[in-house]
């Protein structure tokens, strides 16, 4: 048992999750590999919400409030993570949600399925198709899913399949503490805050946000721009780190 009171409490609830989930078979071992260069990022940027990923998060729930057939992208370490916030982010968005795998098996997709059903979310089910423009199983999705959306969700993404994404004319918001990586950099919406954080937030400003704000949101938003603040707000923070 982890003691409430230990100061990285948050932190050491969601390694446990992510190991619980790796046992189980839910999250594949390169994804305990791509939580621990999350934390790592976190670390670094002082385990909080900055302001400007906060605006990114507003900026994404206006996006999805203004898109025809939203969808959010699930893999384990985000059914692990956050199966519950994925579901009222779904309740408050009206998005569809598709479980989409880079390892993928079908026992996998089934039980990751399961458990964002438990939570309460409603999943897409069906054949998938190779429909994305990238080799091997990473090119698998649902027809109705993923392939014809105008927007998308994809929490702690692959880099390749994210240009695929984008180069296919999608809006796609990710989430990724790092602002270095390929995903971050390649995104229509780079979201640089830790998952259950992020989800949280946006969908509180799903539920709250008025058009007007939206439609000003849109039109104004710069996507360098939030991975610039982020780097400097990584670099304020070490040079804060040892007073
Ligand atoms: P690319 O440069 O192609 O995007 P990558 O090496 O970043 O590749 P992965 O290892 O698949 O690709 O990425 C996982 C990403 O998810 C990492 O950048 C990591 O910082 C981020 N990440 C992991 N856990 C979390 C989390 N809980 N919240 C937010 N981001 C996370
Ligand atoms: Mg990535």
Not at 9 to 34: F, N, P, Q, W
Not at 109 to 114: K, Y
Not at 176 to 184: E, F, G, K, M, V
């Amino acid at each position: 048992m982890i003691p409430k009171d230990h100061p990285r409490y948050k932190s050491l609830i969601r390694r446990e999750r992510i190991a619980d989930a790796a046992l189980k078979g839910i999250v594949a071992m390169e994804g305990v590999g791509a939580h621990g260069r999350g934390e790592a990022f976190d670390y670094l940027i002082g385990e909080r919400t900055t302001q400007s990923a906060l605006l990114a998060e507003k900026t994404a729930a206006a996006l999805f409030l203004n898109a025809k057939n939203p969808v959010i992208s699930v893999n384990g370490n985000t059914a692990a993570l956050a199966a519950e916030e994925i579901a009222k982010l779904q309740r408050a968005s009206g998005a569809a949600v598709e479980v989409n795998l880079f390892h993928r098996t079908e026992k996998r997709v089934r039980m990751i399925t399961e458990l964002l059903e438990d939570a309460g979310a409603d999943v897409l089910k069906g054949e998938s198709e190779r429909l994305l423009p990238l080799s091997h199983d990473r090119a698998l999705c649902l027809r109705d899913g993923i392939y014809s959306c105008d927007l998308i969700l994809v929490p702690l993404e692959d880099g390749d399949r994210c240009e695929a994404l984008v180069n296919m004319g999608k809006t796609v918001i990710a989430i990724d503490l790092n602002p270095l990586s390929r995903t971050a950099k390649t995104s229509s919406l780079p979201i640089v805050d830790e998952l259950s954080r992020a989800l949280a937030n946006m969908t509180e400003f799903c539920t709250n946000l008025k058009k007007d704000e939206a439609e000003q949101l849109i039109s104004d938003y710069n996507s360098r721009s939030f991975l610039e603040s982020a780097v400097k707000d990584i670099v304020e923070n070490l040079s804060n780190a040892l007073d």
